[in-house]
């Protein structure tokens, strides 16, 4: 975490990071944008608990000698003390300050302005801000008060909750802080720069938990600083929640931010959760608007990292909970053996592992059951860790904990299952090699199926309901039928008690149902990029401008053109030409632009018997002399429909023309009429022969449709068995593919994990090679390692002047390599010393009068196993020379007078 800069005046972080300049406190006064539905109330005084060990004597003082008279602030010391002296502590620390410093006592109220100091031997908690004394778990060992203290204070005020690590050696408090920044308290180190002992400020920073980080005389102001700008607590227990159109604009734009940052939404985590991470860190900045904060954002893209990297934090220990572990070793973990009794490879998933040490504790519950069971080597557990933040990833990739984990985990395990190294302990690498750990999103990427074990504990309770609901479908549908769910102590499976049966639910452990899930409630999840609408490599095309030709066709078209209209098979309307206004109109009604709904009494008819005999016979036919209504008279009207051959995407469609013809000529009529007759001569003649003419055409086209029915039912009958053993073979191929896609995607999924994991140690391996070959090649010595056969597996530059060795000389028996060494026993030496452990030391000649020190010893792994022997050779030649010249110089001076 980046060290904060004062007020006004920023400048770079001590510990290769960088904050980003902070907000000038705005000159007119705002009213602070506190989480929804929380009224502003008189805010509790903070009690800071202050962490020292080697140095911090020194610290504390320059620390409570700056505290700004009347904060309001309770200071409670947690010292590395030496149990077996008195305390001289509050008299030293009672020269810096004027604040009255006190030895701690056992339920002793907590009071503003004062400091307390623990006293030897004993550890301190506190409960409802009263301090209480406990004797030590154990009399000696590893002590670690600080860890200790802190976690109380997290537990008990919450939010409330300041933590200060300054000068010492170890990591006691790294934890403790941890807990303190999950509760959404306020984490100082010292910067370790001006740290006599830098390891318990390194500690924290490393961890990335450091809020502020800066020496140790500017940290009260900055805490008092920052308390001061601190959103108040709500006034009353229970919160509303409303959200005022600021607050809600504010947070929808920092999310904005973030996803366009980091590509994570966290518009659907708990509101409540979210906003307390930002007034935090707008309290950090003393900023007190949530506008304000959004400018902020948008002006220092780092403080969006920031942002994210809080929105991360979380709490996680070996063994968390250990009761819940312990009901998982005696009654989930044997049951889901005794399913196997052949044996299997198992499969487990822990989502949101963090910094890996759940899946490590998983790693290791399984292997000491099936060691108490005695089963067989044919279960095998992979287990797939994964987690948003990439830093976490890396660091639970080193399998690399601090010395204080002991305080979590028994001493048998810690011996079985840790190596120690260094000031801290490794994960031994039978564990080590159980777990891949991968950067995944829970909510946006797809997860891992075919599991028997899934463990999401701690954090659906940072999600909102709606990423609950979405979540325990996917995990349903993720384990096998049988599986095992293992959720946090405060989460649960919700209204899916249909999905999930509780194995016991105190542990919140559940087994897999077997109710199938329906579709509509599994969503899985999907990534989703942004398009550009239009690209720039495809510009919209522009309009060509409209020439003469153009216009006259269209002229032609609209005024001497017949009226036409395009219509598929079916009679649905593509396209109109002309006006046909007068033979066409839409239908009362529901929108319908189909032609026989719209077309006028006198043309539907006809027009129902042509389309289909002309798509049929592919043949134009023509309607002549039909007679539709106009405005107050007929109008003679000729229909042809003409089938669409060309071009092909026009075919299967037809073209129907209307055209207008006058009214024939009646020479009867026209005679009547001269001779001034009063009635026209009947025509009932020729109107009996239009008709008997019409009801032939009639019979014809009810025929022809009889033989079209009989025929198109027949195809269909035909068509509807091959249909029925189509769809039976895809119904087949369908359920082959959706198991495929299973396969292929639970294989995709793991591919890209071990990927990543093999990239790492790759990567791990080629800086260390290239560590090694530099310090061979620095000591200036010549070595050579020999495997157990006493075979050369690696040598140095510098042998290769004493042994005749080339490149390919790797494999071959030391023995078979020539030598300027005057030493033929040197294989039987390498030999002694593999079978005996115990260093061999020589003095050497060569046959051209050089002199080397011959040292041979065991070659030793990491996992303590003698692996071959290590010969280095060192050329003492400059040493023999000054002592064969020293006894020269002595025998002169005895044969003189």
Known sequence: MARQAPANKPKAAAVKRRVAKPVTTPAKPAKPDVAPGIEPAARPFAIVGIGASAGGLDALEQFLGHVPAGSGMAFVVIQHLDPNHKGMMPELLQRATKMPVVQAKNRMKVKPDCVYVIPPNRDLSILHDTLHLLELAAPRGLRLPIDFFFRALADDRREHAVGVILSGMGSDGTLGLRAIKEKGGLVLVQDPATAKFDSMPKSVVDAGLADIVAAAEELPQRIADTLRHAPRPPAGAVESETETLAQKSGFDKICILLRARTGHDFSFYKKTTVYRRIERRMSIHQIKRIADYVRYLRENPQEVDLLFKELLIGVTSFFRDPAIWAYLQEEALPALFAAYPQGAELRAWVAGCSTGEEAYSLAIAFREVQERLKLPAHHVLQIFATDLDADAIARARQGFYPANIAADIAPERLK??????????????????????????????????????????????????????????????????????????????????????????????????????????????????????????????????????????????????????????????????????????????????????????????????????????????????????????????????????????????????????????????????????????????????????????????????????????????????????????????????????????????????????????????????????????????????????????????????????????????????????????????????????????????????????????????????????????????????????????????????
């Open 416 to 897: 079985r299952f840790f190596v120690e190294d260094g000031n801290g302990y490794r994960v031994c690498k039978e564990i080590r090699e159980m777990v891949v750990f991968a950067t995944q999103n829970v909510v946006m990427d797809p997860p891992f199926t075919k599991l028997d074990i899934l463990t999401c504990r701690n954090l659906l309770i940072y999600l909102g309901p709606e990423l609950q609901k979405k979540l325990m479908p996917l995990f349903h549908y993720s384990l096998k039928p049988g599986g095992l769910l293992m959720l946090g102590s405060a989460e649960s499976i919700g209204g899916f008690g249909d999905l999930f049966t509780p194995l016991e639910g105190k542990a919140r452990l559940f087994w897999r149902s077997s109710t199938p899930l329906r579709a509509f409630e599994l969503e899985f999840p999907t990534r989703y990029f942004p398009t550009n609408a239009e690209s720039p490599m495809n510009p919209k095309p522009k309009e060509a401008a409209a020439n003469l030709q153009d216009l006259a066709d269209q002229l032609l078209l609209q005024q001497f053109s017949p009226a036409a209209v395009l219509v598929t098979g079916a009679g649905d309307v593509l396209y109109i030409s002309g006006r046909t206004g007068k033979y066409i109109e839409p239908a009362a009604g529901k929108a319908n632009w189909n032609i026989h709904a719209m077309a006028k009494e006198g043309l539907r008819q006809e027009l129902a018997l042509a389309l289909p005999k002309a798509l049929r016979s592919g043949q134009r036919v023509i309607c002549r002399n039909l007679s539709i209504g106009t405005n107050g008279g007929t109008q003679r009207v000729d229909l042809t429909v003409n089938p669409v051959a060309a071009p092909e995407a026009l075919r299967g469609m037809a073209m129907v023309v209307f055209t207008d013809v006058d009214a024939p000529h009646d020479p009867e009529m026209h005679d009547a009429h001269n001779a001034g007759g009063s009635k026209p001569a009947p025509r009932s003649g020729r109107r009996v022969a239009e008709l008997e003419q019409a009801l032939n055409e009639a019979r014809e086209e009810i025929q022809a449709c009889g033989e079209e029915m009989q025929t198109s039912q027949e195809e269909l009958k035909s068509s509807n068995e091959e249909m029925q053993s189509t769809n039976e073979e895809l119904q087949s191929t369908n359920e082959e593919l959706t198991t495929s896609k299973e396969e292929m995607q639970s294989l995709n999924e793991e591919l890209q994990t071990v990927n990543a994991e093999l990239q790492s140690k790759v990567d791990e391996l080629s800086a260390t090679n290239n560590d090694m070959k530099n310090l061979l090649n620095s000591t200036d010595m010549a070595t050579v390692f020999l495997d157990s056969a006493l075979h050369v597996r690696r040598f140095t530059t510098q042998a290769t002047r004493i042994f005749r060795l080339l490149p390919g000389d790797v494999g071959r028996p030391l023995s078979d390599i020539a030598s300027d060494l005057d030493y033929a026993g040197l294989p039987d030496d390498a030999a002694q010393v593999l079978n005996t452990l115990v260093f061999s030391e020589r003095e050497i000649a060569t046959g051209d009068g050089r002199w080397f020190q011959v040292k041979i010893m065991p070659y030793r792994t990491l996992e303590n196993v003698i692996d071959g022997v290590v010969v280095t050779i060192n050329d003492i030649g400059r040493a023999k020379n000054l002592e064969a010249q020293l006894r020269v110089d002595v025998g002169n001076a005895k044969e003189s007078p």
